[in-house]
């Protein structure tokens, strides 16, 4: 009962594997993705208090990981509704697509229980060779040629980030002579008042995760994976591995003595810094609407990180809270762009001109995902960013609040740029946007969320508090 998520998902990959081996089954392998989303939440949330452990300690099942693996599942069938024909994917190859994605995801649910360092690397790289194979899988038919250049960039970064987080856990077991977090948090803890080659082994080990969240300097794959990948590719990247990502980084900054840890902190308040200002300068002159994602989404690191170098509970539920709510938020953008791009091309901001005339409802979403992402109250996006900031401030990071505020009123400009051409210019001979029962359920779904997060964030700030006593 313990594995039945990860039993449940083997089983979804096998079906779609067979389904694969078939002529033009994308129908089917998209409607068998759905119900293994489906599945595998319902499982979530009727195991969510189960706790034990397997492989001989390896693999831990908590209310934490329980708790991510339900983040995880949910935003797959997200995203899986975005985009219901699955456009900018070519069609022998759209069972495989939907095999990598839940392969992919497997991968992440796993990471989710690693209590021990090498399940949790090879967690990881199977949810990242899977994300890998997605990117090239873009139908060049639409005149994009720049799915190959985006994959290869992806996989050189993704094996610079690994061989650095490989060399960080070789000196974490070194130190320590084993693999084991359980182990290896108490004995860390002793050495990092004397030994600098801790503080240096949880750096490393952080790359890995910086890399997956595109915190600066392991940022430079974004906009090209962004513009390169098809729109379901890069909203399924821009969104679920990064949940995966800080569920993760928070075990790791856990290793550190807070007591000791004011190096940490300072790299950390560094690369937070460094990933607000040089994401959201160079989102001011995007026109893609994905690139400029690309880099609002490496600023958004920069905040999650606010919420990380607190190192204590708080902070770190903060911090969840946020990436949850990112997720959501840039779901509802990726909604938009999915169903405006009419084979599947990119879309720049002039292909939104007059979308409220267009499309009233995907303008009221796109109207709803890039006022949440600017932190306008009453969404979600606000409340977020107030509690990370006034947690930092309360940390004593007066300076750090003062250029995160700063950078919450440079990315105004760019977000309300994309709502003032869809709300005031005029369509010309753009055609209207026809849009499908289960997209405007998704839309409704994802934009009452995003308001009641950002009205009422006190059940999704207590679960994740919850969720953060039982690794603390």
């Known amino acids: 009962m313990l594995f039945l998520p990860e039993l449940f998902l083997l089983g979804g990959c096998l079906i779609l594997f067979f389904i694969t081996l078939g002529e033009d089954k994308g129908t089917v392998a998209k409607n068998m993705t759905i119900a293994i989303g489906l599945g595998l939440s319902i499982l979530c949330v009727a195991g969510i208090n189960n706790s034990g452990t397997l492989f001989y300690g390896a693999y831990e099942v908590n209310f934490y990981s329980q708790f991510f693996k339900l983040i995880i599942a949910l935003g797959m069938t997200f995203v899986v509704f975005l985009s219901p024909d699955l456009k900018g994917v070519n069609n022998k190859v759209k069972a495989e697509y939907y095999l990598f994605m839940v392969l992919s995801v497997l991968g992440l649910v796993m990471l989710m229980s690693s209590a021990e360092l090498l399940t949790l690397f090879i967690s990881l790289e199977l949810s990242s060779f899977a994300l890998y194979l997605m990117v090239p899988m873009r139908d060049d038919s639409t005149g994009e040629r720049r799915q190959m250049e985006a994959a290869i960039k992806y996989v050189m970064f993704g094996v610079i980030s690994t061989g650095a987080m490989l060399f960080g856990m070789s000196y974490l077991f070194g130190l320590t002579g084993t693999t084991y977090f359980v182990e290896l948090v108490p004995k860390v803890h002793g050495m990092f008042a004397t030994n600098n080659v801790a503080l240096l082994a949880v750096l490393l080990v952080l790359v890995g995760f910086f890399y997956?969240?595109?915190?600066?300097?392991?940022?430079?794959?974004?906009?090209?994976?962004?513009?390169?990948?098809?729109?379901?590719?890069?909203?399924?990247?821009?969104?679920?591995?990064?949940?995966?990502?800080?569920?993760?980084?928070?075990?790791?900054?856990?290793?550190?003595?807070?007591?000791?840890?004011?190096?940490?902190?300072?790299?950390?308040?560094?690369?937070?810094?460094?990933?607000?200002?040089?994401?959201?300068?160079?989102?001011?002159?995007?026109?893609?609407?994905?690139?400029?994602?690309?880099?609002?989404?490496?600023?958004?690191?920069?905040?999650?990180?606010?919420?990380?170098?607190?190192?204590?509970?708080?902070?770190?539920?903060?911090?969840?809270?946020?990436?949850?709510?990112?997720?959501?938020?840039?779901?509802?953008?990726?909604?938009?762009?999915?169903?405006?791009?009419?084979?599947g091309e990119n879309v720049s901001r002039d292909d939104l001109m007059g979308l409220y005339k267009r499309s009233p409802f995907l303008a009221l979403v796109l109207l709803v995902g890039m006022f949440a992402l600017a932190g306008i109250p009453p969404f979600v996006g606000f409340i977020g960013k107030f509690m990370l900031l006034t947690g930092a401030l309360q940390a004593g990071h007066l300076t750090l609040v003062v250029l995160a505020a700063l950078n919450t009123a440079i990315a105004i400009f760019y977000y309300l740029s994309v709502v003032r051409v869809a709300f005031t210019a005029d369509p010309g001979d753009l055609a209207d946007v026809e849009v499908g029962f289960s997209t405007r359920a998704v839309g409704v779904i994802l934009m009452v969320v995003i308001v009641y997060m950002g009205v009422a964030p006190n059940f999704i700030l207590d679960v994740a508090s919850q969720a953060m006593k039982v690794i603390m």
């Open 212 to 343: 997956k969240l595109a915190i600066f300097p392991f940022h430079f794959w974004v906009p090209d994976v962004y513009e390169g990948a098809s729109n379901a590719t890069t909203a399924f990247i821009a969104t679920v591995p990064k949940i995966g990502a800080v569920a993760i980084m928070i075990r790791i900054v856990t290793l550190a003595n807070p007591e000791y840890s004011s190096w940490l902190v300072g790299i950390l308040m560094i690369a937070a810094v460094a990933s607000m200002f040089y994401g959201n300068l160079s989102a001011l002159v995007q026109t893609d609407i994905k690139r400029m994602l690309g880099f609002s989404g490496i600023a958004h690191a920069g905040f999650v990180l606010l919420g990380l170098l607190t190192m204590d509970e708080l902070g770190y539920s903060r911090a969840t809270f946020y990436i949850i709510g990112y997720l959501l938020m840039n779901l509802a953008c990726f909604l938009v762009i999915c169903n405006v791009s009419v084979k």
